[in-house]
């Protein structure tokens, strides 16, 4: 789900001291694979295409 994602990916921030530019750049890398996986057929929808928020603070974090 959306939440565990982002649940996951705020734990690696804290413990590896990441950026927000490393927690998008992160978000990003996820969304690729369910994007994939979605394309495949071996899931039925996207978790968080759409629904996921970028982590302020980066220069990415305007971009949708």
């Known amino acids: 789900t959306l939440e565990d994602v982002e649940e996951?990916?705020?734990e690696?921030?804290?413990d590896r001291g990441?950026?927000?530019a490393t927690?998008?750049?992160a978000l990003s890398q996820v969304s690729g694979v369910f994007s994939y996986a979605?394309?495949?057929?071996?899931i039925d929808?996207?978790?968080i295409k759409g629904r996921?928020?970028?982590m302020a603070g980066s220069p990415l974090s305007?971009?949708?």
Request: aromatic share 20%; net charge positive.
């Open 12 to 14: 690696w921030m804290d």
């Open 18 to 20: 990441w950026s927000p």
């Open 62 to 64: 305007c971009i949708h």
């Open 52 to 54: 996921a928020e970028r």
């Open 38 to 42: 979605y394309r495949k057929g071996w």
């Open 23 to 25: 927690y998008n750049n």
């Open 45 to 47: 929808r996207h978790p």
């Open 8 to 10: 996951r990916l705020a």
